[in-house]
């Protein structure tokens, strides 16, 4: 049997059509007063909280780009009733990781201030890994893929063509997912 973690609130809030939990809209509202608009949006999110919930038993997820915490967040609470599991988060820029560090963060939650890649080569090996920052992704992407355990999970975020896109983006996206990105 999987311990429970005592008094986890997750009352859910619905912001933009969505219903967000609570650490998820902390994260929301964190975010927005800091200006930052690289979040994971809501349907992201959910995939992230299911492949988490999957992760088996004493397993580990990291999450490379943190952000002000909503994929962190998200992953959180697909781990609900849970104490088995580490999850790692890495940010590059301190200002933005200490956005995220301001929420009261579980104890199996460690946050990082690095570059991704390097911290992905000295951290072991992970069952779930969330690239959604340049390194890991764009560059890295074989140390990351090295830090998969068997049947882990990868889930790679950005990689479709956005009315966001920038130049370097397409161009990145674009060998990674060997496609097209031309919008329609
Ligand atoms: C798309 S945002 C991450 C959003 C976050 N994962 C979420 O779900 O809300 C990408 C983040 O990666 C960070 N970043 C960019 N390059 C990085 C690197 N080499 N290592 C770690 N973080 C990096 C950026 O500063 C940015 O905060």
């Known amino acids: 049997m999987r311990p429970v973690r005592a008094g986890s609130s997750d009352a859910g809030m619905a912001v933009t059509g969505h219903l967000l939990p609570e650490p998820v809209r902390l994260a929301a509202e964190r975010a927005a007063q800091a200006g930052f608009t690289m979040s994971c949006d809501p349907d992201t999110g959910k995939l992230l909280a299911v ?8 397993g580990r997820v990291l999450e490379l780009g943190t952000g002000t915490g909503a994929g962190t967040a998200w992953i959180t ?3 609900q009733g849970r104490e088995d599991v580490d999850v790692v988060t890495v940010e590059i820029d301190a200002a933005t990781a200490a956005v995220a560090a301001r929420y009261p963060w579980p104890s199996w939650v460690t946050l990082l201030i690095g570059d991704a890649v390097e911290v992905t080569r000295r951290s072991g090996s992970f069952d779930l890994i969330f ?8 560059e890295g992407l074989d140390t990351t893929i090295a830090a ?17 896109m920038d ?3 397409e161009r990145k996206t674009s060998q ?7 919008r329609t």
């Open 167 to 169: 130049a370097r983006h």
């Open 148 to 164: 998969l355990r068997p049947g882990g999970h990868l889930l790679v975020d950005d990689m479709t063509p956005r009315e966001f």
């Open 176 to 182: 990674r997912c060997g496609c097209s990105s031309r």
């Open 131 to 138: 690239a959604d920052a340049q390194g890991g992704k764009w």
């Open 77 to 79: 609470h697909g781990l």
């Open 51 to 58: 492949l988490a919930a999957a992760v088996p038993p004493n």
